[in-house]
């Protein structure tokens, strides 16, 4: 847990007014963490906190890469990371989570981690289908045909102006239904 103290801001002697924060996440970062989600990458943060008297506003700005593994041939690649935040840390209390982007914190709160925010922004922006990027073109390419085009159909459609014609390419199950609705 000491190398995440690099991610403390310490906020009771700021003024009211506009800071800006850069921190740099590699590997020891992602294993200070405890946890199986990301174990390397490297990323750089920029933070920019506004401090006014009833809250702190922190906007995250995440750019890097993190190692990924892919869920169809188990390799490792580098995700790209690029991701946009905001977290509003209200004085209150105590402490508590409202929300995804609000929390209380106590009035008397000296310094803030940011390390388990920057965490949960990173996690949020990764895929939740792991693919290696020679596997994206086939999922795309199959998608599109999912989505695009009619899978199955019951009988082949062909347009004749003849009644005669449309009957006889009926599929029996649907003859069996116009019988009861001629009844």
Known sequence: MNQLR??????????????EYDFTSDNTFFAALEQELIKAGNVQTHVV????????RLDFHIVGMVEQICDRSLDE???????????????GDHNEELSDEIELI????TTVNVARYIF???????????????????ED???????????????EVKNNDNDADDQTNIDPRWAAL??????
């Not at 906190?49 to 702190?56: C, G």
């Not at 995700?79 to 905001?86: G, N, R, Y």
């Not at 116009?178 to 009844?183: C, G, P, T, V």
């Open 6 to 19: 690099a991610y403390d801001i310490h906020i009771v002697g700021l003024e009211t007014k506009r800071y």
């Open 49 to 56: 906190l506004e401090k006014s008297e009833t809250m702190i």
């Open 77 to 91: 690649y580098d995700e790209p990371v690029d991701t946009q935040q905001t977290m509003l840390l209200k004085f």
């Open 106 to 109: 106590e009035r008397n709160t």
């Open 120 to 138: 949960e922004f990173i996690s949020l922006s990764l895929p939740m289908k792991r693919l290696h990027p020679r596997f994206r073109d086939e």
């Open 141 to 155: 390419d199959q998608d599109d045909d999912q989505n695009g085009k009619l899978i199955y159909r019951s009988a």
């Open 178 to 183: 116009r019988k009861l609705s001629d009844n």
